[in-house]
């Protein structure tokens, strides 16, 4: 009778093949092709291929077919890396920006500031936010009729208003007007300063600190002058083109201006 090699015993289970793990061609990863003996450090990935620097500053280019390199000394297969999701774009105020939404029609809530130039710093830094719930800023030019326009602007649920009033410290003219405001749904906040100027932090300037300017000499006035920044015009151009986000600013107005927002914007 003829006898038959089958080799191997032919029940038994066959080797699994090793997989070859496959890493990212991120710049700075060292890989060498085992053909050629070339080892160096990832430098691009350009149409299938990856470029690779040696110590010595050669490069080459190698195709990234599957388990042609080592790492290591262990086979492994290059591909090409993963983009990173790009970072969202935050504004000025710090918040995400929303993009491609066009501005709301104005809200009925609104916000007041004082004077001009409050309006134009508010803008400066939280208009994205402001023109994305809809929220007008609105100049007051002082605060002394405020309790009168309160009540002319007849606050409701839907309807409501948040004030900010520069100088609201303890026994200030400022603090005793606001006292007489009590609708609960009228908010007001400030900050101490004794203009909204003062809030821009002295180092976006270029300055050690804001002058102190005596009493009875108009303040923005005395600045200019101890600055050299001729009239306050000027010197409301300079501030205000120096301030590009909200880390420019004194934590006092940061605080107060995002409480209004926060108080006009909830849904009612």
């Not at 100049?139 to 609201?168: I, K, M, S």
Request: with cysteine; glycine share 10%.
């Amino acid at each position: 009778m003829r006898s038959f090699n089958y080799g191997k015993d032919i029940l038994s289970t066959p080797r699994k093949r090793r997989e070859v793990p496959e890493v990212a061609a991120d710049v700075g990863v060292v890989a060498e092709d085992p053909d050629s003996g070339f080892c160096g450090a990832v430098v691009r990935v350009e149409a299938g291929s990856v470029l690779l620097e040696d110590a010595a500053g050669r490069r080459r280019l190698f195709p990234m077919t599957p388990a042609a390199f080592l790492i290591d000394g262990q086979p492994v297969t290059l591909v090409r890396p993963v983009a990173a999701p790009a970072a969202p774009r935050v504004s000025a105020s710090g918040s995400v920006r929303v993009e491609g939404r066009r501005a709301r029609t104005a809200a009925a809530s609104r916000i007041w500031v004082e004077g001009i130039h409050d309006a134009e710093l508010v803008e400066r830094v939280w208009g994205h936010d402001l023109r994305v719930e809809g929220i007008v800023v609105e100049p007051l030019h002082g605060v002394d009729e405020l309790a009168g326009l309160v009540a002319e602007f007849g606050p409701a649920p839907n309807r409501r208003l948040g004030v900010l009033v520069d100088h609201l410290v303890a026994g200030s003219k400022e603090s005793r007007l606001v006292a007489a405001v009590t609708d609960p749904n009228v908010l007001v906040t400030g900050h101490p300063y004794v203009d909204v100027w003062q809030a821009v932090k002295p180092s976006v300037l270029g300055i050690p600190e804001w002058p102190v300017i005596p009493k009875g000499t108009p303040w923005k006035e005395g600045v200019c002058a101890r600055l050299g920044w001729g009239e306050p015009a000027d010197g409301w151009r300079r501030v205000l083109a120096s301030v590009k986000g909200f880390r420019d600013l004194e934590s006092p107005l940061l605080g107060a201006v995002e409480q209004l927002i926060d108080f006009v914007t909830v849904p009612s």
